[in-house]
């Protein structure tokens, strides 16, 4: 089945201890990226790859880090993470990096930071 | 720089009634627009999507989508509201070229009351 999965998808944590959120899809996508979604302000980008090894900041950038060394893999680092982040997560990919592709989005972590 | 509007955070109809969520984006070139719809806990699922191939667009579940541009607008529809049609919609906004990010409205919660 094609999709993109992510894991874990709950996660509960404290200020400052770092993790990793991974994503993977099986479609041979080129093109992947992180969102954060929160209440009344919709899904904004974090980090989009256009292939491997090339990645580059979205809207909101800050405390993430991002890496792409396999096509298939996306996964989301937050160092230290901070309550501000606090949010619901969502990794999606789409074949090429074109305006029209459809992007198709994994099923969502919601993490916690204490 | 592009930006989508929804109207309405909350929209409650009757089952069977007619379905409106209203989206209005601006952009600076012809865009392409699309409608999400994401179930409690779930990740964003595609409905619809415009690409310039045809003004009246017909997605999954008996949505459609009319692409207006003299009124910058992408307002979804259905004619006949059903109970499993209770989720979060969101109408998000890409330009051609190579570049895929979604910029996402704030979101639409549809409650349908029987």
């Known amino acids: 089945e094609a999709q993109v999965t992510q894991n874990p998808r709950y996660l509960i944590t404290v200020t400052g201890k770092k993790l990793t959120v991974t994503c993977s899809q099986n479609?041979?996508?080129?093109?992947m990226s992180w969102y954060r979604q929160d209440p009344g302000l919709g899904l904004r980008q974090i980090y989009y790859?256009?292939?491997?090894?090339?990645?580059d900041k979205g809207d909101v950038p800050e405390g993430y880090k991002v890496s792409r060394k396999e096509k298939r893999n996306f996964p989301l680092i937050l160092e230290s993470p901070s309550p501000n982040q606090t949010s619901l997560y969502f990794c999606?990919?789409?074949?090429?990096?074109?305006?029209?592709?459809?992007?198709?989005f994994g099923p969502g972590t919601r993490l916690l930071v204490l | 720089a592009q930006s989508v509007t929804q109207l309405g955070s909350h929209v409650s109809v009757s089952e069977g009634a007619l379905v409106l969520l209203r989206c209005n984006y601006s952009?600076?070139?012809?865009?392409?627009l699309f409608w999400y719809v994401q179930y409690p806990n779930q990740g964003l699922q595609l409905l619809l999507k415009y690409t310039s191939a045809a003004t009246l667009v017909k997605g999954i579940n008996g949505f459609e989508a009319e692409f207006k541009k003299s009124e910058t607008s992408f307002h979804l529809t259905k004619p006949s509201a059903h109970m499993s049609d209770a989720a979060e919609y969101f109408c998000a906004v890409t330009r051609g070229g190579a570049t895929n990010k979604l910029i996402f409205g704030t979101g639409t919660l549809l409650a349908v009351q029987p």
């Open positions: 790859s256009m292939n491997v090894e090339v990645t």
């Open positions: 999606a990919s789409s074949p090429e990096a074109e305006g029209a592709e459809t992007q198709y």
């Open positions: 479609m041979n996508h080129e093109y």
């Open positions: 952009s600076s070139v012809p865009p392409y």
